[in-house]
């Protein structure tokens, strides 16, 4: 599952330590649910949202995939979505649409009582979206001199070897240019973490020569911050992250920090046909379900406003509302093409570029859409979620959906995010 592959935050989730997370900025309108089988329920936007020209225009492109799309033809997108918009560091859209619950395990349609509305606070699983949280925290190591960019990976950490990967560096496993594959094999493992560590490189693999999109070079990179911190990846996260920025609800495993009644509210299902059972607040990726809810990959859950502050942070140069998390100088880097001149390999989007900065992927049109620029930036995750940031009209966009629930194959979520990302370029 892993191709894109806090409430009341206390102990070492990651999720923050400022209480229960129901105001504030996240606190939106709570949508009372779009019928996605052909219903008339309510698609509600804020009242910030209804200040913004686009926010009637992405509300509908968004009601739209609540349906089946000529895109789509025999399912609905997603079963439900959640959009915030920040420009200038301010929010002006702010909408929800659908549910975060609509199929029990088999799947099985619930009925209409028993779904559960799609709000602006609505907690999502992010997948590879975590992606970007380690590259923050890896990049935050650098800084601190703890890691060289461009050493070889295995200095810090001794259990990775195999044939070719002492050419691995740091640097290439956050430019997915190390070689190494898309997932990992856990099963029967005694020792997951030294499992992942020991993945070989694909055949015929030459470290730093072609982007090729890897899950495993982001649970290596978490596991390096983890060494060199002395931290587990939930402290290192609340430390280095959600503390700093005050972001209340974004950590893993979330059935461990959020209240009962927020449980109910405002998790957001995945799978409804799984051997698991219905996912809601349990990761949807396998590889982490099996390594205990948290890698460098996947396992982060959290709202789409709190997406969007990441996604402003590294706007603002790697600050925001006062609180510095990285040096411009770092974002700079960051967000600089690690892979000019070097080809992709994806046969999911055949003829994509190569385009990727430090654990962000660039100039991808295939989901920003008309957005899409050599400087925009962002990333995608299997979920059906996103985070799209284009400089030039200091736009961020947080886009959540739960395309996985109740059936990832169900859907394709790229047009969707490209069609809601022409909208707002449409209105710019």
Avoid: C
């Avoid at 033809?73 to 918009?85: N, R, S």
């Avoid at 935050?140 to 461009?150: A, C, H, N, S, T």
């Avoid at 060494?227 to 996260?237: C, F, H, I």
């Amino acid at each position: 599952m892993s191709r894109e592959a806090g409430t009341s935050g206390t102990g070492t989730n990651g999720a923050g330590t400022n209480g229960a997370g129901t105001g504030g900025a996240e606190a939106g309108g709570a949508g009372t649910g779009s019928d996605g089988a052909g219903g008339t329920g309510e698609v509600t936007a804020d009242g910030v949202a209804a200040t913004a020209a686009y926010t009637a225009p992405l509300t509908k492109v968004l009601t739209k995939y609540l349906k089946p799309t000529k895109a789509n033809p025999k399912h609905p997108t997603y079963a439900g979505a959640v959009a915030v918009v920040m420009v200038d560091g301010k929010v002006t859209a702010n909408i929800a649409v659908g549910h975060a619950l609509r199929y029990k395990a088999g799947p099985v349609e619930l009925a209409a009582a028993k779904r559960v509305p799609m709000r602006t606070d609505s907690i999502f699983d992010l997948a590879s979206l975590t992606k970007v949280y380690t590259a923050v925290l890896l990049m935050q190591q650098v800084e601190r001199g703890r890691v060289d960019l461009d050493a070889p990976v295995v200095r810090y950490l001794p259990g990775f070897t195999g044939k070719g990967k002492s050419r691995v560096t740091v640097r290439m496993l956050l430019a997915h240019t190390s070689g190494l594959p898309v997932g990992a094999t856990m099963k029967n493992a005694a020792d997951k973490r030294a499992k992942v560590l020991a993945t070989p490189l694909l055949t015929g693999a030459t470290p730093g020569t072609t982007y090729r999109y890897s899950s495993v070079g982001l649970m290596v990179a978490a596991q390096l911050v983890e060494k060199v911190t002395g931290s587990s990846l939930p402290a290192a996260l609340r430390n280095g992250i959600t503390g700093p920025l005050g972001l209340r609800t974004t950590g893993f495993t979330p059935l461990t920090w959020l209240p009962k009644a927020d449980q109910a509210k405002r998790l957001v299902a995945t799978d409804a046909r799984t051997s698991r059972g219905l996912l809601r607040g349990t990761v949807h990726d396998d590889v982490a379900a099996q390594m205990g809810g948290a890698i460098g990959s996947a396992g982060l859950f959290g709202t789409a406003h709190e997406v969007a502050v990441l996604g402003q942070m590294l706007l603002g140069g790697g600050a925001h509302n006062g609180k510095r998390v990285l040096r411009a100088a770092t974002v700079t880097q960051m967000l600089t093409n690690q892979n000019r001149g070097l080809k992709a390999v994806d046969p999911d989007r055949p003829g994509r570029p190569a385009d990727h900065g430090l654990g962000v992927t660039l100039r991808q049109p295939w989901f920003m859409g008309k957005l899409s620029s050599a400087t925009t930036f962002g990333h995608t995750g299997f979920t059906g979620t996103s985070l799209l940031v284009h400089p030039g009209h200091r736009l961020v966009l947080a886009l959540l959906t739960n395309r996985a629930h109740p059936n990832w194959s169900w859907a394709n979520p790229d047009p969707m995010r490209a069609e809601v990302a022409d909208v707002l370029a449409a209105h710019l």
